[in-house]
Structure formats: C-alpha cells, structure tokens
C-alpha cells in the first residue's frame, strides 16, 4: 500500500465525520506524511507505523464521539461514546459496556422509584376509593411527594455527574487502548 492508497482508505472510514473534521484530520495525516518524506523516511515505514487504516479511523471515530458526549452530555452522546469505545475491541464489552448498562440500570430504578412517590397520592386514593382523606393521609402524601421530589432532583444531579464520570473513563479507556498500541508496535 502507498502514500495515496492509504489516505484513500483512511478518508473513507472517516466519511462518518463531518467534513471539516475529517479534513483536518486528512491535512494532519498529509503533513505527516510530508514531514516523514523530508526527515528521509520511506512511505512504507510510516504506513507501518500508523497503523491499519480502519483501526486509526475507529480510535478517531471514538475520540470524536468522547468529545462529542465531553461537550454536551446527555444520555445519547454518551451511549454513543461508549458504543464507539466498544467497538474498540471486545476486551470494551466487559470492562466499558457491562458496567456502563448496569449503572444505567440503577439510575433508571432510582428514577421509577421517585416517579412512584410522586404519584403516590393518586395511589393512596385508589387505596381508599374516596377523595376524601383523613389528616394523616394528606400529611403521609405530602411527605412522600417531597421524599420523590428530593429523590427526583438528587438523581438528577447524580446522572450529570455518572455523564461526566462515565466520559472520564471513556478518554483514560482511549489513552489506555493508545499505549498498549504503542507499546505493541515497539
């Protein structure tokens, strides 16, 4: 594989970045290229070098996603970033994405257990098919709408911070998955 054959294959992986992106990228491999020329490098050692294409297309596909998911976090960018991660390789399947939907189930359980305090009143007078309650009983929903409301926005901050925890993980995975690269090459 040549210069041109290699560029070729790596611009199409990278098809999946938006144009700006993937032409700086393309203009930072190009310059590498250059530079390896005039330091008196062959291509072939700088393709040995590099990498397979589509293994360097996946990492910056990833990496995009992370800072994607690192910008705006939300649940989507960041399943996004640890789908990317995984497809890193499958070593990613236990230590990224078994925790991550585990995790993602607790949060999930502690959201449907505030939902059901904070419907909790409607619950109570189905209990006792009346509106009207004794003392107590509206005492007993009050507290509870504010034990779901308190839950509620606790596991709201949570999630914020398991996102932003969860795309710290993500780049040490990356820069992990880099130097056993680095490391594998010498």
Not at 127 to 156: E, K, P, R
């Amino acid at each position: 594989m040549n210069k041109e054959a290699y560029l070729n294959e790596l611009a199409r992986y990278l098809k999946l970045l938006p144009p700006e992106e993937c032409a700086e990228l393309m203009g930072e491999f190009k310059e590498h290229f250059e530079f390896a020329r005039l330091s008196g490098r062959s291509e072939a050692e700088v393709i040995s070098k590099l990498g397979h294409p589509r293994l360097i297309a996946r990492e910056l596909l990833t990496q995009s996603q992370i800072e994607k998911a690192d910008k705006s976090p939300t649940l989507l960018s960041v399943t996004r970033a640890v789908m990317a991660t995984v497809s890193l390789g499958l070593f990613n399947l236990v230590i990224v994405l078994l925790p991550f939907i585990t995790s993602l189930t607790v949060i999930a359980a502690v959201f449907v257990f505030a939902i059901s305090l904070l419907i909790s009143p409607v619950l109570l007078m189905l209990q006792y098919q009346s509106v009207a309650l004794s003392i107590n009983s509206i005492f007993l929903m009050l507290g509870l709408v504010g034990v779901g409301l308190l839950v509620a926005l606790g596991t709201l901050k949570l999630t914020r911070l398991y996102y932003h925890l969860v795309i710290r993980y993500l780049k040490y995975n990356l820069t992990v998955i880099k130097k056993d690269v680095v490391s594998f090459e010498k």
